[in-house]
């Protein structure tokens, strides 16, 4: 690793050591990090973000033998899923270890736990012996974090440190299974798809992604950008910009290069394929969201395998927003 990194993350870890809070790199989006051992260090990360209390946080730690750190009567398919996909876009919902802070947990006798896959916080995490309590680094309810610059957008000097590992892997926040049911459950769709968790497991787990959700903060409306936001499928696509068009509305348009021209809308590129459609969606939300429009289209993803279930998770929530 280069000088720059070690001093950065010797500097972060100095931070969280001393109750700071530090934007810290994952492979799904940015994190607003706090040692989760320091109660009023993970208290300042509400109070920043503007969430409320009892929207519990995940606990990010630097490997699969800190889980009994953390949580207790660990099933053996948690371990199963946490060697299959850790370090990796998984969060796993399991019973707390009565150590762990009441304001990490919202008071739940459930914590969530993960591995992030990124270099430098998988460093700090190592050399901090702890885990770091971190939701997503925007403001509560707007767009994630993908790179090192949305989160100073958001936060400015209220965060200590920014860790900077450069743009988000993955682009979309990790998937979070509920391990504390007979049935483990899907609370929120993520990189890693029901179909290999269930490769892994040998047996089917419970879908409830579109539905109501028992993750707190999981609200149908989030993910929002200020400007509204309108999901469309391929075939109605023009003649919907038409409309709009025709309203005296300015349009802006995501959708992947492939989509062919449509007339006076302001394109913003999702790239080639399903990857690079999760990968660069809330920086062209974010995009498009600082060109003045009135509406963004976005092009519904095909299919429901791979990553397109978050896809459409997130952009279902974001044009909620506005109704
Ligand atoms: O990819 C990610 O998961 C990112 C990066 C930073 O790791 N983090 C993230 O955190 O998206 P956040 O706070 O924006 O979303 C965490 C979700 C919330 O909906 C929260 O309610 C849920 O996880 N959650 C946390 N602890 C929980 C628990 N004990 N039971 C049920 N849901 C929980
Ligand atoms: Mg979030």
């Known amino acids: 690793m280069d000088p720059t990194a070690t001093e950065a993350i010797e500097r972060a870890v100095q931070v969280l050591r001393d109750g700071g809070l530090v934007a810290l790199p994952t492979e799904t989006v940015y994190g607003l990090g706090a040692d989760a051992r320091v109660p009023a260090a993970v208290r300042r990360i509400f109070a920043v ?3 409320p209390a009892d ?3 995940i606990v990010h730690i630097a490997s699969a033998e800190a889980l009994d750190a953390f949580a ?11 060697d ?32 992030p896959d990124h270099p430098l916080t998988l460093a700090v995490l190592r050399a901090l012996h702890s885990g770091v309590a971190a939701p997503s680094a925007n403001r509560f309810g707007h767009v ?11 936060l400015g000097d209220e965060v200590d440190f920014v860790l900077d590992g450069g743009p988000c892997r993955v682009g979309l926040e990790s998937t979070i299974l509920d391990m504390t049911t007979e049935v483990p ?8 798809t029901p179909e290999a968790i269930e490769a892994v497991l040998g047996r089917a787990i419970e879908r409830v ?71 660069s969606l809330y920086a ?14 976005v092009l519904e993803p095909e299919g429901q395998g791979g990553l397109a279930l978050a896809i459409r998770d997130r952009l279902r929530r974001a044009a909620a927003a506005h109704d």
């Open 49 to 51: 973000k503007g969430r």
């Open 55 to 57: 929207h519990p946080l």
């Open 72 to 82: 207790v009567d660990v099933p053996n398919d948690a371990r199963r899923l946490a």
């Open 84 to 115: 299959a996909f850790w370090p990796g876009p998984l969060t796993l919902i399991l019973w707390r270890a009565p150590s762990v802070p009441d304001v990490v947990t919202g008071g739940r006798d459930t914590v969530a736990l993960r591995v």
């Open 144 to 154: 994630s974090p993908t790179t090192a610059e949305h989160v100073r957008a958001d």
């Open 185 to 192: 459950v899907l609370l929120r769709p993520g990189a890693v």
């Open 209 to 279: 992604a579109t539905g109501p959700s028992r993750a707190p903060g999981m609200l149908r409306a989030h993910y929002a950008p200020r400007t509204k936001v309108e999901l469309v499928p391929r075939e109605g696509l023009a003649e919907r910009a038409r409309e709009l068009r025709a309203q005296g509305l300015r349009v802006g348009l995501l959708a992947p290069s492939a989509t062919g021209a449509i007339p006076d809308v302001t394109r913003f590129d999702l790239g080639e394929d399903p990857e690079d459609f999760g990968r």
């Open 284 to 297: 062209s939300l974010r995009a498009a969201d600082a060109a003045h429009l009135d509406r963004i289209l």
